[in-house]
C-alpha cells in the first residue's frame, strides 16, 4: 500500500478543518487530496486527538506483537503434539 504524504497528525488537523464549518472541497482542494480520501481518512481518524493517535499506534504495536508470540507458541504446541505422537 502506497505511505500518504500526510502524517498522521496532519491527517487529524485536516480534519479538525472540516469540523470547524470549512467546506470539505475547499479543504480537499487546498491540501491536493481527493474527496473519497477525506472520507476514508474521516472513516479512520475521525473525532481523534493527537493523543489518541499515539494511544492507537502503542495499542497496534502491543497488538502486532501479541499475534507474533502467540503464533510462536501455536508452533511450538504443534511440534510438542508431533513429537509425542510419534512416540
Given amino acids: ?5 500526510f502524517s498522521e497528525s496532519q491527517i487529524v488537523s485536516i480534519l479538525k478543518q ?7 472541497n475547499d479543504i480537499c482542494r487546498e ?7 477525506y472520507y ?8 481523534m486527538k493527537a493523543s489518541d493517535l499515539k494511544k492507537m499506534k502503542e495499542i497496534e504495536a502491543e497488538n ?3 499475534k507474533r508470540m502467540y503464533a510462536e507458541m ?5 511440534a510438542i503434539k508431533d513429537l509425542l ?3
Fill in 64 to 66: 502486532a506483537k501479541l
Fill in 74 to 78: 501455536a508452533l511450538e504446541n504443534q
Fill in 85 to 87: 505422537g510419534k512416540l
Fill in 40 to 47: 476514508q481518512w474521516k472513516s479512520k481518524y475521525g473525532g
Fill in 18 to 24: 472540516a469540523e470547524l464549518g470549512q467546506k470539505v
Fill in 31 to 37: 491540501h491536493g487530496i481527493s474527496p473519497a480520501t
Fill in 1 to 5: 500500500m502506497k505511505k500518504s504524504k
